[in-house]
């Protein structure tokens, strides 16, 4: 599976944030920056360390752009944008409150 972060702020505080921090957790693997632009408002402003399921606007969306399955490594930079809009326009929810139904 996969797990993707937004992360917002100043450039250096998120650069300290990433670079000291998450890549020398053990916990975290195969970390890459697939994206950085500059936005004068956040997105996530009202986010917390949240948990959205992939549902039917998030598979829609990598289905339209020829995607089986969520695989953030496969999004261009043209589409990262789109899916980084689409996430915040979710209702976060948290990962307690998640039920995966088989």
Same mark, same amino acid.
């Given at each position: 599976? =996969?797990?993707?972060?937004?992360?917002?702020?100043?450039?250096?505080?998120?650069?300290?944030?990433? =670079?000291?921090?998450?890549?020398?957790?053990?916990?975290?693997?195969?970390?890459?920056?697939?994206?950085?632009?500059?936005?004068?408002?956040?997105?996530?402003?009202?986010?917390?360390?949240?948990?959205?399921?992939?549902?039917?606007?998030?598979?829609?969306?990598?289905?339209?752009?020829?995607?089986?399955?969520?695989?953030?490594?496969?999004?261009?930079?043209?589409?990262?944008?789109?899916?980084?809009?689409?996430?915040?326009?979710?209702?976060?929810?948290?990962?307690?409150?998640?039920?995966?139904?088989?």
């Amino acid at each position: 599976g =996969y797990f993707v972060q937004c992360l917002e702020g100043r450039r250096s505080k998120v650069d300290d944030l990433l =670079y000291n921090r998450i890549l020398k957790d053990p916990r975290h693997k195969n970390c890459e920056i697939l994206f950085y632009e500059k936005c004068d408002v956040g997105l996530f402003k009202n986010w917390n360390m949240k948990f959205a399921p992939i549902n039917k606007r998030l598979g829609d969306f990598f289905l339209e752009n020829h995607r089986d399955d969520f695989n953030p490594f496969l999004l261009s930079i043209e589409t990262i944008p789109t899916f980084i809009d689409l996430l915040a326009s979710e209702y976060a929810i948290e990962p307690y409150s998640f039920e995966i139904n088989e």
